[in-house]
Every structure is written in structure tokens, then in C-alpha cells.
């Protein structure tokens, strides 16, 4: 009973290196989101997803490229890493027409140097 | 002006007290609304949804004042496990989107 999963849980990059952080979810959701979590600024959209190949700009999408291409997973890139994306990520996935309940994966903490 | 607002405390009360936490919205247009909480370094679960009519779950009662636009979460007979940062969230139902405040951190001490 995984629910969501990211990897990788943790992660040190030095500028301008690049690097995918997966997510994966087994409720057969249809809706997806990365969000990153900064002290003071709460949770910030960056990119969401909703449906299989297709992708939309949150709040913050500059610097990040993302991913649908199977429905259960969910990818976010950076490019070209900068110590401003230093952060905690969370991604989190919702039903199609349920309730509105977002679940999230555990979390992935990113460094950059 | 952020499309929601909280308060981030923290907000210190002793063991059984009754505290509330509001939140405001600036998109007159939000559909749906949440309370979520989040202990220290986990991710945020979902705690209840906010109705028009109100709901009360156990300890837990929120509301929703669509005039004033705000949301409102009153905890009554705080347990020391009710520590945690309470983070508030509306949904627009034409993008699927959720957007959250920045948190409002609950201290119950003994």
C-alpha cells in the first residue's frame, strides 16, 4: 500500500548540475503536482498534471521542466540547478472528480551547493 | 496579495484550551476548501473539508464565511498531539489546482 512515492529522499547538487526527481503513485489517480515547501512561503505550486501527457505551469514553474508519461508517474526536472531551488519537494496526486483530498509522497530535500 | 493568507503563529496554548486559526482567500471565485496539517518534517495530510454549512469532526469544527472570505478552524480541548502546523487550502475546480497558505504552527503545551 505505497501510495505516493518520490525519489530520491534526499539529494546534494552543485550549481548547474541536473537531475529528475520521480514520483510514482498506485491509486490510479488522474491528477498530479509537484509542489516545493520554503520556510515562511508554505507549499508553492510548480507544475501539475491532469491527465496522462499533459502538463500545466503553477505558481513557480521557472527552472523546472516536467514529465507525464505513463499516469502513475510524474517527473520534475531541473536543468541547470541554482542554490535558489533549494528546498523541500513534494509531489502529491488526487482522484478525478473525488473530493478534492490531496495525498503526498514523504518528501525530497535538495541542496544545491 | 497571496490567494491565501495564515497567520503563521505560533500560536502557544496550554493543554485543553480552545483555539482557532483563520484564513482568508482573495479568489472570490474558490470552489472548495481545506484544512490540511503537517507535523515537523512530514508531509501534510489532509484534516478536514470545509463546507458552507460548516462541519464538525470529533475536537474539530471548521467553517466557511464566503462574504468575509474566509475559512475558519476551531480545535477544541487541545492535545498535546495537536501539535503542528495547520495549513489551510482552497481548490479551483476549472484547473484542478490546490492552492495553499503558508501555515498557522499550533504549540500545545502541558
Known amino acids: 500500500n505505497a501510495g505516493v512515492t518520490q525519489t530520491p529522499k534526499f539529494r546534494v547538487l552543485k550549481t548547474g548540475q541536473s537531475m529528475t526527481l520521480l514520483c510514482a503513485q498506485d491509486?490510479?489517480?488522474?491528477?498530479m503536482y509537484w509542489y516545493r515547501q520554503d520556510p515562511g512561503m508554505g507549499l508553492r505550486l510548480i507544475h501539475y498534471s491532469v491527465g496522462e501527457g499533459t502538463t500545466a505551469k503553477g505558481e513557480v514553474p521557472d527552472g523546472y521542466n516536467v514529465s507525464r508519461l505513463k499516469k502513475q508517474n510524474f517527473l520534475l526536472g531541473l536543468e541547470s540547478a541554482a542554490p535558489s531551488q533549494t528546498s523541500v519537494y513534494f509531489c502529491a496526486s488526487m482522484a478525478g472528480g473525488g473530493n478534492g483530498e490531496l495525498f503526498f509522497g514523504e518528501g525530497s530535500r535538495l541542496t544545491v551547493l | 496579495r497571496k490567494e491565501v493568507e495564515q497567520d503563521p503563529g505560533p500560536f502557544n496554548v496550554p493543554e485543553g484550551a480552545t483555539v482557532a486559526f483563520n484564513c482568508t482567500y482573495s479568489?472570490?471565485?474558490?470552489?472548495?476548501f481545506f484544512w490540511y496539517r503537517q507535523d515537523c518534517r512530514k508531509e501534510p495530510k489532509l484534516l478536514m473539508s470545509v463546507y458552507s454549512s460548516g462541519n464538525e469532526d470529533g475536537r474539530f469544527t471548521a467553517q466557511l464565511n464566503r462574504a468575509s472570505q474566509y475559512i475558519s478552524l476551531l480545535i477544541r480541548d487541545s492535545k498535546l498531539s495537536d501539535s503542528a502546523t495547520y495549513l489551510c487550502?482552497?481548490?479551483?475546480?476549472?484547473?484542478?489546482?490546490?492552492?495553499f497558505g503558508t501555515g498557522t504552527r499550533l504549540l500545545v503545551s502541558p
Open positions: 491509486m490510479n489517480h488522474e491528477y
Open positions: 479568489n472570490s471565485a474558490s470552489q472548495s
Open positions: 487550502s482552497w481548490r479551483d475546480t476549472g484547473f484542478q489546482k490546490l492552492v
